[in-house]
């Protein structure tokens, strides 16, 4: 079987204050660099992502993978149209072969492109012109994807990640590969036209926050989808939906597929009943203020085993913010907690290039005042906190090629570019170069912060930071300082939703 394999991924929130240029895609940050043909799949098969699963699930099954593209940016605003254009420009040239079997593609599901709002359906409708409407082509997605009705139509099965956060990519990647087996025929007997699809749109928007599934409502949940499809012999998914990109079919759906199409509805119906009915107002979520979760921190810290993690979610570039707001930071100048905790406390990492490279000139050991940070606009046209001014003192340089070792990134290494750890009143902020959300332990390490003797740690990031920090953390609490990405979707200044689309559950 000679299978064809591509990747895209940005998750756009159409309210953040940067695009996804063709820049951002070259350069990676947070994912691999662009990359095409035979290095594309050099570097892709052994990384955490889940076409490395899947590449690894094909070479098992003896497939021979021709690879295309791989183009994943940070979150930000929308993809440029020249970079949407490129990208999918580069896949359909790739498709012009003759000795296709099938497709596998690793998508994020939740991309907005300038002029084009469903991004990956429009994909896949360029991709099923090239192919026509019987090659199989099966794609993985984020947890977080905005299902549409194209990318249902014209894809033969889609699967997303079941955890959040998402240290399941590559088995993710092993079972699109499995469907795609289904579908080619090799396990079953039964081709893709005998299988059948259904779906339901969830009513009601999800914030990033309550998709964990290391808490409830969708940890249990999560759990009865795999129950059902043991039970009911289908294929199940929900995808919780991105809840910062302003167009019609923004938010969650469950779906699936089987044989049977009496099966696969009841399968979905029954986990669309517990939640959605059953749970609906399990998904509520506590977002502290900045002053209240610093001083609700050091309370606990005082005789914590391990460090209070405090989440800036509203400056989570994971999600479209920039990493450089300062809200938190000037809350925990303002309560004194370096004095407070020992000068066992950090923050990181604050995206700002400027503070970075004057650290360097000074030298480590070296004293200099700095303006940390931006203000930023937010989506209700107001700003953040100003930079902070400080004499800060300079404990630690790094050119920013940072080897990740954590659940979510193992075997990935990060290009920061210029990075500083500097202290101020016994704080220590992590100034980088490059925007990257703080969901590692060697994050806080390669500044010379080991994350487990600090007292308190503010981490840029929403929830993919719990897969390596929880670990270590007494505590864990959120916090909703001003920011670019909002962390209750109801705060959002929504104009495309369809009417009875709720804001929050």
Request: glycine share 8%; net charge negative; aromatic share 6%.
């Amino acid at each position: 079987m000679n299978i064809f394999v591509a990747g895209f991924h940005h998750e756009t929130n159409t309210f953040a204050p940067s695009p996804a240029d063709w820049a951002a895609f070259e350069s990676g940050a947070g994912y691999a660099a662009y990359s095409r043909g035979a290095v594309m799949l050099e570097r892709m098969q052994g990384s955490s992502l889940a076409i490395g699963g899947f590449a690894q699930a094909a070479r098992e099954r003896g497939w021979t993978l021709l690879p295309s593209v791989w183009a994943g940016a940070v979150p930000s605003n929308r993809v440029t149209a020249a970079a949407f254009e490129r990208i999918c420009a580069e896949i359909v040239d790739d498709l012009q072969q003759d000795d296709l079997d099938a497709i596998y593609l690793d998508l994020h599901g939740a991309a907005v492109a300038e002029g084009c709002d469903d991004a990956e359906g429009e994909l896949l409708r360029r991709i099923r012109a090239v192919v026509g409407p019987n090659l199989p082509i099966v794609a993985s997605l984020d947890l977080h994807a905005n299902v549409t009705a194209q990318m249902l139509r014209l894809s033969s099965a889609m699967t997303a990640y079941r955890t959040y956060p998402h240290v399941d990519m590559r088995e993710t990647g092993a079972r699109a590969a499995q469907m795609l087996a289904h579908r080619l025929g090799d396990a079953t007997g039964l081709t893709q036209a005998e299988r059948h699809q259904h779906s339901e749109r969830v009513p009601f928007l999800l914030p990033l926050n309550a998709q964990c599934t290391l808490m409830e409502p969708a940890a249990s949940i999560i759990q009865l989808l795999e129950r059902l499809e043991n039970e009911h012999k289908v294929e199940l998914n929900f995808a919780m939906g991105f809840s910062a990109a302003d167009f019609s079919e923004c938010g969650p759906v469950l779906f699936g597929y089987g044989p049977d199409a009496d099966e696969v509805a009841g399968a979905v119906k029954r986990l669309y009943d517990e939640a959605v009915v059953q749970r609906r107002g399990d998904w509520a979520l506590e977002l502290l203020p900045p002053a209240d979760a610093i001083e609700q921190a050091i309370a606990l810290a005082a005789d914590a085993s391990g460090p209070v993690v405090i989440a800036d979610t509203q400056d989570n570039p994971g999600a479209g913010g920039d990493s450089n707001t300062t809200g938190l930071l000037h809350a925990l100048v303002h309560a004194r907690a370096g004095e407070r905790l020992g000068g066992r406390v950090a923050l990181g990492l604050l995206f700002d290039s400027e503070s970075a490279r004057a650290a360097h000139a000074a030298g480590v050991g070296a004293t200099l005042a700095l303006s940390l940070g931006r203000s930023v606009p937010t989506w209700s046209g107001a700003m953040t906190e100003p930079p902070l001014q400080a004499q800060v003192t300079v404990l630690a340089l790094s050119d920013g090629v940072v080897p990740l070792h954590g659940p979510m990134t193992a075997g990935m290494t990060t290009t920061l570019g210029p990075c500083a750890c500097v202290e101020l009143a016994g704080i220590r902020v992590l100034l980088s170069s490059a925007k990257a959300q703080m969901l590692d332990l060697d994050l806080y390490r390669f500044l010379a912060v080991e994350p487990a003797q600090m007292k308190l740690l503010v981490n840029k990031s929403s929830v993919h930071f719990r897969a390596a920090f929880a670990p270590i953390a007494s505590h864990i609490l959120v916090a909703k300082a001003p920011g670019p990405m909002a962390a209750d979707p109801a705060d959002l200044p929504w104009q495309h939703l369809p009417e009875g689309m709720a804001r929050r559950p």
